[in-house]
């Protein structure tokens, strides 16, 4: 069966460190996004992705960045992470183009990222 | 300010009741409203879909309706169960394209106790 599926599922890391998240989706989607949920706030989006070498900055990309070299893949940089950036991140893939936003959008199982 | 706000906060009810989870938008203009289910560690997953033309959607034991008018949505769930314990999250999208054009509430957590 088709999915989408994130790694690690957990992670601490230091203040300052290069960290990466993956997400990789079997479902042959187009669009790609990452969120980040925290307390109090609606799912946010970081990035995101309508095709292969396509990226777009989201409404909290700071300190993010992504990359596309495939259909199936879109990892989350976090160039040196913060305390801020402690939170819960899902990866989401939608079909149709150009941000498919009238389709369903399917989550992996997110990643809970702690910066210390 | 495109806005989407869900009450009440959290919820809780004894298995078997119903109950009815609330909310109210700003987008606009407006192209469809959707509500998630998210168990705790896991993704939302989509529950209903409601475009501007439709005022109630059933899956299952969860209906929803659209007051476009009013700007209003509520999702009820019938006969409770255990298993619809999780956090319910309304997301409105905007009639343009695009993924900026999502608007996210930050849920209802609802518990359901035997």
């Known amino acids: 069966d088709a999915e989408i599926t994130q790694s690690p599922r957990h992670k601490i890391t230091e203040t300052g460190r290069q960290v990466t998240l993956a997400c990789h989706q079997t479902?042959?989607?187009?669009?790609m996004f990452w969120y980040r949920q925290d307390l109090g706030h609606g799912l946010r989006l970081i990035h995101y992705?309508?095709?292969?070498?396509?990226?777009n900055k989201g409404e909290v990309s700071d300190g993010y960045s992504v990359s596309r070299s495939n259909t199936e893949d879109l990892p989350l940089t976090l160039e040196s992470a913060a305390s801020s950036q402690t939170s819960v991140y899902f990866c989401a893939s939608s079909p149709g183009t150009s941000g498919g936003s009238h389709y369903e959008q399917y989550f992996g199982p997110g990643t809970r990222l702690t910066v210390t | 300010k495109n806005q989407v706000e869900q009450s009440p906060q959290s919820l809780i009810i004894l298995e078997g009741k119903n109950c009815t989870l609330q909310c109210n938008y700003t987008v606009s203009p407006f192209s469809n409203l959707r509500w998630y289910k998210q168990d705790t560690g896991r993704g939302p997953v989509s529950l209903t879909i409601?475009?501007?033309?439709?005022n109630t959607k059933s899956n299952g034991r969860y209906t929803a309706t659209l007051d476009a008018d009013t700007k209003q949505s509520s999702l009820h769930i019938t006969a409770s169960q255990l298993s619809d314990s999780a956090s319910y999250i309304c997301v409105v999208t905007l009639v343009m394209p695009g993924a900026n054009n999502l608007f996210f509430g930050t849920g209802t957590r609802l518990t359901v106790i035997p």
């Open positions: 409601m475009t501007f033309s439709e």
């Open positions: 479902w042959n989607h187009n669009n």
């Open positions: 992705s309508y095709g292969v070498q396509d990226t």
